[in-house]
Every structure is written in structure tokens, then in C-alpha cells.
């Protein structure tokens, strides 16, 4: 069944024609989208299938260094600032079976991560690269004209080609984990509202973004929930919301991610997991994410790997009874 149209009153998600008050179960995975080998459909199923009702996925993405297809054309080893209408073809189709699946879809279009300490070894995967030379402060640069250009070029293609297959389950991300000017974070929420004119969600990633107070953002994940977690066994989720919802304002939804728990994913099993889900919905939150770090590390990349069903089916099970929206 379609996803019908998701709006935030107050702090609280609606979704249209749903009385009662949904829960979100993303499951992210950001490799599949980018590889057109049609495993992104099976994948999809299967979350599905264990009770999640939504996925996170980014739109840049060059740890298969490579391999893996970009919004922009590659010719020999240099992207150019053409885009690559098969990537934008591919994600009509999977966007269209998410919603056809009852799959709500936070698409983040940059990741800040590909300027965190290992960049280097992906520079010659990043279409960016050339421009910014994997420096977040020059990547947020709104002086730089040109790459301001290219980053909205993008961003209206990404909203063009949501727009063109009709569904209203994609919110948008500006950036996962963003860090650098907010200015330049405020400038594209405030392109994609207003002369976009994107009237779904948008949504923030972790709770240090500088970003954090954005007037135009829906929602926010807290990516500390690991917090104490990994040692005593003792989340301390409720008090990490609180001191998010201190920098985004009252009037925002709230989330749990556990991205960040590291990437041998220590704690990512049934029991430790449904704990975790337990205390955000004890909290009143209605948004989760889990990220399965096993099998995204698990090569070969770009391929459906053996997934911790048993992990999401214990997360849906806590969560509110099943997540059924």
C-alpha cells in the first residue's frame, strides 16, 4: 500500500488517513541504491518482511571506490558535472517499489563522512573532490559560486525526479552528520522549501550539527545512544534527547539512530537492540533507525548480504506493536 503524505504537527509525525500515531522503523543501508544489479528490490523486501517500514540511503556514495554508479557521469577516471540519467532512471524505479512496499525513504543527498579521516584513500571517487579537496569548510562555502551551482543542480534533479514518479514517501536530508557553515546548511533547506518548492519533510542527522536549530527541518536522530552502552549496558538515550531537543527547539520530531555504535557492531543483537528501542519509545519517539554494520562491511560490496533479521524483527516487535501505520 502507498505511503500516504507525511506531515509534522508540533513535534509529532502524522501520516494522512492514519489515525492512529506511526512509528518508523528505518533500516540503512547507503551502497545498494548505487549499484544496478536490482538487489536494492530484494533488499527491500526482506526489511520489510521483519516489520521495518522504512530505509536511509545517500545520494553520494564512493566507498565501493568506484564500482558503484554516481549522480554525476564519469568519463575514464574524471566525474564531470553531467549527471548520469541512468543513476536518476534507477532511482525512479526503487523509489516507486518503496512506496508501492509501504516504505518511507530519507534520501540524505550529501554525507559528511567523505571528509572524515580516511577520505583520502576515496579522493579519486568523489565527484566533489576536485573542487573542495575533501575539506568540509570549502565543500560549505557559499562564496564559491560554482560549486553552489553544482550542489543545487543536484538537488533539484534529486527533487525532479521524486516528484516525477508522484509518491510521497522520500524526506529529503541536506547531510548526514553535517558539520561546517550552517549557513550553507540553511541556504539549502531554504532552496529546497522555498524555490523548489518541496512541500515533504526534511530531515537532520546527529545531534552535533551545527545545523541543529534549522527552522526548515522536520526532524532530528540522536546518534549517541551508545553512550555508556558499550561498557556498563546502560543506555542513556532518554537524557541524550533531551539535550537535542534543547538545540533543536520544541517544535521538531525526535529519533534514535544507532549509527555510531562502532563498526564491528559490538552491541547490534536482538537482545541489546530491542533494550535500546525499548527506551526510545518509552521516550515517545516515534522515528528509529538501525544500521547494520555487518553486513555493509561484509564484501563484496554492492550485493545483498546476509542481513540481522532477527535484530530488526526484535526492534519492530518493541516498537509500538509491529509498526503497523
Known amino acids: 500500500m502507498a ?11 502524522q ?60 568519463i575514464n577516471s574524471d566525474y564531470t558535472y553531467e549527471f548520469n540519467e541512468k543513476f536518476f532512471e534507477y532511482m525512479r524505479r526503487w523509489v516507486k517499489y518503496a512506496d508501492e512496499r509501504g516504505i ?20 579519486p571517487y568523489d565527484p566533489f573532490y576536485p573542487l573542495v579537496k575533501g575539506s568540509i569548510n570549502a565543500f560549505t562555502d557559499l562564496k564559491n559560486s560554482r560549486l553552489i551551482t553544482i550542489q543545487k543542480d543536484y538537488i533539484r534533479k534529486v527533487v525532479e525526479t521524486v516528484k516525477s514518479v508522484n509518491v510521497k514517501n522520500v524526506v529529503l536530508g541536506v547531510m548526514n552528520e553535517f558539520r561546517g557553515d550552517a549557513r550553507w546548511y540553511y541556504e539549502m533547506t531554504r532552496y529546497i522549501k522555498n524555490d523548489l518548492n518541496w512541500t515533504d519533510l526534511l530531515a537532520g542527522s546527529e545531534e552535533d550539527s551545527e545545523a541543529a536549530a534549522d527552522p526548515n527541518v522536520d526532524f532530528w536522530f540522536v546518534h549517541t545512544g551508545n553512550r555508556d552502552f558499550l561498557t556498563s549496558g546502560t543506555p542513556h538515550l532518554s537524557e541524550d534527547i533531551d539535550e537535542l531537543r534543547k538545540k533543536t527547539g520544541d517544535g521538531k520530531v525526535l ?54 533479521e532477527a535484530t530488526y524483527r526484535a526492534m519492530a516487535d518493541t516498537i509500538a506493536g509491529a509498526l503497523r501505520t
Open 255 to 308: 529519533g534514535f539512530s544507532n549509527d555510531g555504535f562502532g563498526d564491528e557492531g559490538p552491541r547490534e543483537n536482538p537482545d541489546d537492540m530491542r533494550r535500546m528501542a525499548g527506551a526510545a519509545a518509552n521516550k515517545g519517539l516515534q522515528l528509529f533507525a538501525f544500521m547494520d554494520h555487518l553486513a555493509a562491511l561484509n564484501p563484496p560490496l554492492g550485493k545483498l548480504q546476509p542481513l540481522n
Open 15 to 74: 501520516i494522512e488517513n492514519v489515525s492512529k500515531i506511526p512509528k518508523i522503523l528505518f533500516i540503512e543501508e547507503f551502497a545498494l541504491i548505487h549499484h544496478f544489479n536490482e538487489e536494492v528490490f530484494a533488499w527491500m523486501d526482506k526489511i520489510k518482511a521483519c516489520g521495518a517500514n522504512g530505509m536511509r540511503t545517500v545520494g553520494i556514495y564512493v566507498w565501493d571506490k568506484g564500482q558503484e554508479q554516481e549522480p554525476f557521469r564519469k
Open 3 to 13: 505511503v500516504g503524505k507525511l506531515t509534522r504537527k508540533g513535534n509529532a509525525l
Open 104 to 123: 518511507v525513504i530519507i534520501y540524505d543527498l550529501f554525507d559528511r563522512c567523505l571528509f572524515a579521516d580516511r577520505a583520502g584513500e576515496y579522493a
